[in-house]
């Protein structure tokens, strides 16, 4: 099992580096490994039960506690992997990406059997803005996805505008420590260095946990306290 799960990410390492060998730099070093494999590659090592074993999905859903009517951007939603889960603890969903194929992935989930009555909603992104109104959602959740955003403070402060006046900003990423999982370590954004980001954007009360996931921090951020 050990064996599987290491040539697993083996693999998504190079399917990044092979997915940025041919993309211009528009959008940064961060997004360039990921603009050329085949998206439905992508998506069955998204949705894989390797990713399930050190994402955790259901420990991240208890520890974000009682979802039920709130509504939530899922930023960099991908092929839907915390979308789905979100919407089916009750949330009503934004699955927000700025990739067209994902989105399709999305609807087309959407009108399988069971799914079809989930409040999900798809919205494009731009690279450089979560596209919020002001004070529209109760929580924006970013999985996987910070250390693909560029000017990161000038978007957390467009973050900021989109949230509700309790609202949170939820971020998962991966330990910058050298190790086999997620992009390669140039890519990964340091803990501190998310705080410090976080803290130069506006946001005051911020909740940090090491120790739900192996290979990732969560990062819980309030405007005010």
Request: with cysteine; proline share 4%; charged share 25%.
């Amino acid at each position: 099992m050990l064996l599987k799960f290491t040539l697993f990410m083996l693999i998504i390492i190079q399917i990044g580096c092979n997915r940025g060998s041919a993309v211009s730099q528009d959008h940064g070093d961060a997004n360039a490994y990921m603009h050329q494999t085949p998206t439905e590659d992508l998506i069955r090592h998204f949705e894989s039960p390797e990713r399930d074993a050190y994402q955790k999905p259901e420990l991240v859903l208890e520890y974000l506690g009682d979802l039920q009517n709130k509504k939530i951007m899922d930023i960099g939603a991908g092929s839907g992997y915390f979308s789905f889960r979100l919407a089916q603890a009750g949330a009503n969903v934004i699955a927000a990406d700025v990739d067209d194929d994902f989105q399709k992935s999305i609807q087309d989930k959407m009108k399988l059997d069971g799914m079809d009555q989930l409040e999900i909603e798809l919205r494009k992104l731009p690279y450089d803005s979560p596209k919020l109104q002001p004070g529209e959602v109760e929580m924006v959740f970013m999985a996987n996805t910070y250390h693909h955003i560029e000017n990161r403070v000038d978007y957390l402060k467009k973050v900021m505008s989109g949230l509700a006046e309790d609202g949170e900003l939820v971020i998962i990423d991966f330990f910058k420590k050298s190790q086999s999982i997620g992009p390669p370590p140039d890519h990964k954004i340091a803990l501190v260095k998310v705080l410090e980001e976080l803290k130069e954007a506006g946001f005051t009360n911020v909740e940090t946990n090491v120790e739900l996931l192996k290979y990732q921090y969560i990062v819980r951020a309030k405007i005010t306290s």
